[in-house]
DNA sequence: CGAAAAACTTAGCTAATGCTAATCTCTTTA
DNA sequence: TAAAGAGATTAGCATTAGCTAAGTTTTTCG
């Protein structure tokens, strides 16, 4: 007996197994958000560097993310044809208003993930790992609970 | 005048651009996540399906992750190869016991996280959708103080 | 200034993950 | 039981993101 029951645990207390097209949505949303999330670090980096520095060559870009250089000179690559920043051959990097929007964004879901983590308990260290790793996977009502959070502890 | 500065953002305050080191091992951390984010997400459904089902098979892992039965096939091999899955042509798929054990403890990360989430305050649907994308960010340690905050609302 | 060093780019490789189209196997059912 | 339908697989393609090696450009410094 073959049958398919996606209906087999749709009892409401399941944590498990919920409507089988909501969890297709579910890992959509993971799969989309996949996509964004090394663009986002690329762009959130250069903009950190811009301010910090004000200027974002290659070679800091590759230090930071912990990758080659070849690699960064790619990465611009696509970045650029995705209009979020502007580069010259040789030059070091700039980010279009699109790329500073989005760098903007990312920081602030960054910081405000990082300052939630810290709220709750988690050490420096490990906040600040696991904030490059959770901000690109927060939707804007959580992260709003969490900016609620931080406010109300003040 | 070019030069590296990687200690110009090295004061305790700032949130940004911390020690170039720490930051590519942050980053390494969140790649290195990456890679082991969609083995666990299949073999975590496979797990559940077996739970609720009985048996997992290729149809309903593609139902349920939105993705065609041939990424499915493909993904099983790989799964397969990495001693996690035990499958015979045109048969269900079983969890080896190394398996078992990666569905098992993703499990219960997912349900701490979206535990977590409802607990401050997100609405269900939110809750599931983000549990998906950050149970695989949040470290042992984050992972234990969502325990703890969970235990002492009760 | 000119050579060495540093930074950047290009070319070509690999691996992972998705897809479609075509085919094969198994199950159901007329 | 044989044909139709469902499920699974294979082959081949595309994209993304990393790498190394080799070459080019820019910067630094003796």
Redesign the pocket.
């Known amino acids: 007996?073959?049958?398919?029951n996606d209906d087999a645990a749709s009892e409401p207390g399941g944590d498990l197994l919920p409507d089988a097209a909501d969890h297709a949505r579910q890992y959509a949303s993971v799969?989309r958000a996949h996509?964004t999330e090394?663009?986002e670090d690329y762009v959130e980096l250069i903009g950190d560097l811009l301010a910090a520095e004000g200027e974002a060559?290659?070679?800091?870009i590759?230090r930071r993310?912990?990758?080659?250089?070849?690699?960064?000179?790619?990465?611009?690559?696509?970045l650029s044809e995705l209009g979020l920043v502007k580069?010259l051959?040789?030059?070091?990097i700039f980010l279009t208003d699109q790329g500073q929007a989005v760098a903007e964004r990312s920081r602030k879901r960054h910081v405000v993930v990082l300052q939630f983590l810290r709220a709750i308990g988690v050490s420096d260290a490990t906040a600040r790992i696991d904030a490059e790793g959770l901000e690109h996977h927060v939707s804007d009502e959580t992260l709003e609970v969490m900016r609620r959070f931080i406010a109300d502890l003040q």
Chains 1, 2 share one sequence.
């Open positions: 007996m073959r049958r398919s799969r996509e090394l663009i060559r290659a070679v800091d590759a993310m912990g990758v080659r250089q070849a690699t960064v000179t790619k990465m611009v690559g696509r580069s051959p040789y030059r070091s």
